[in-house]
């Protein structure tokens, strides 16, 4: 299948500090990408799906000043999590679909990155 | 509103012994719906995917069914490697025109040797 890059896999920073997360597709041009939040024990919340060269979309309750997408290439999307506190704290999983296969596609997954806010 | 239940929420299995997942649904326009596998702190690992019911799709012990309103993951002769986070989710057309998973809050397995 293929590979979704997703760094770092672990990140511990302060409170009130800004995290970037990246996710690039390795081997395929990737259209849209997928943002994600996971906490233990429960699924994956759709936070954002983000369109190169385009604003990302923002699912209901996640902040957008908060959670910024960018997906400057086909290639690569990033996550920064701005003015972070403890409650950021999670597994954060972003996953790349491809875009020369039509719309039945599968969506690959990154390894994700595990935030801490201290 | 899109949902999908998988159950159960955890499953013990012994080695050899077989079983199924459960995922029902309920969504306005399916566009497939997605298996996957998760380990800990770790993304999930892709295993099929299911377009029309009557399909069925296979991979090693794993077989995925599909009907109008649930999809089975049956998990035969499982082996302890086969213990991790089995997750499904239904993919569905968003306001925007692009799609999305909407993902159900998995079934733990844990097999035991």
């Known amino acids: 299948g293929a590979v979704v890059s997703q760094h770092p896999s672990r990140v511990i920073c302060k409170s009130g500090t800004s995290v970037k997360i990246e996710c690039r597709s390795l081997?395929?041009?990737?259209?849209?990408m997928f943002w994600y939040r996971q906490f233990p024990k429960q699924s994956l919340m759709l936070m954002a799906t983000?369109?190169?060269?385009?604003?990302?979309?923002?699912e209901q309750g996640v902040e957008k000043d908060k959670f910024l997408i960018n997906h400057a290439s086909l290639t690569l999307s990033t996550l920064t999590v701005t003015s972070a506190h403890p409650e950021d704290s999670s597994f954060y999983i972003c996953s790349a679909r491809e875009s020369d296969r039509g719309t039945n596609t599968e969506a690959f997954f990154g390894q994700g990155t595990r935030l801490t806010v201290v | 509103e899109d949902q999908v239940t998988q159950s159960p929420e955890a499953l013990r299995l012994q080695e050899g012994e077989s079983s199924s997942l459960n995922c029902s649904y309920t969504v306005s326009g399916l566009r497939g719906l997605f298996w996957y596998r998760q380990d800990p702190g770790k993304g999930p690992e892709f295993l099929f995917t299911l377009y029309s019911a009557g399909e069925e799709k296979e991979k090693e012990r794993l077989k995925a069914t599909l009907t109008k309103k649930e999809s089975f993951l049956h998990i035969t002769a499982p082996k302890p490697e086969d213990s991790a986070t089995y997750l499904c989710?239904?993919?569905?057309?968003?306001?925007?025109?692009?799609?999305?998973?909407?993902f159900g809050t998995g079934t733990r397995l844990l097999v035991s040797p």
């Open positions: 989710a239904v993919q569905v057309l968003m306001n925007t025109g692009f799609q999305k998973l909407v």
């Open positions: 081997d395929f041009q990737a259209t849209t």
């Open positions: 983000s369109n190169e060269g385009s604003k990302a979309t923002y």
